[in-house]
Nanobody, 122 residues
Framework: QVRLVESGGGLVQAGGSLRLSCAAS????????MGWFRQAPGKELEFVAA??????YYADSVKGRFTISKDNAKNTIHLQMNSLKPEDTAVYYC?????????????????WGQGTQVTVSS
């Protein structure tokens, strides 16, 4: 049984930083891309970043501010978020891709965590 557990969310002022973590268990994920998505109130789930080590890919809205990384030994991925903006406020989810190739669509991921809330105040 695949299980993903996110942590690290919270409340931060604009311009601040947070580091999200996602611990995966149930099997190894070295043959899968992994990603982060987010959902703001009243909006659809949107792609944030993905990693198929060592290649990474980012949504334009977070490029240059967020960094995704992966610790293969610990089956964990991280999302370092700097220069946070109020529009980054959302529930953030990590997910395991169906394939090794980087993808940005929700349908290309088939295992999801429960989400962690990130709130950025202005």
């Amino acid at each position: 049984q695949v299980r993903l557990v996110e942590s690290g969310g919270g409340l931060v002022q604009a311009g601040g930083s947070l580091r999200l973590s996602c611990a995966a268990s149930g099997r190894t994920f070295s043959d899968n891309a992994m990603g982060w998505f987010r959902q703001a109130p009243g909006k659809e789930l949107e792609f944030v970043a993905a990693i198929s080590w060592p290649t990474t890919y980012y949504a334009d809205s977070v490029k240059g501010r967020f960094t995704i990384s992966k610790d293969n030994a610990k089956n964990t991925i991280h999302l370092q978020m700097n220069s946070l903006k109020p529009e980054d406020t959302a529930v953030y989810y990590c997910a395991v891709g169906k394939l090794l190739v980087l993808r940005t669509r929700v349908d290309d991921y088939d295992a999801w965590g429960q989400g962690t809330q990130v709130t950025v105040s202005s």
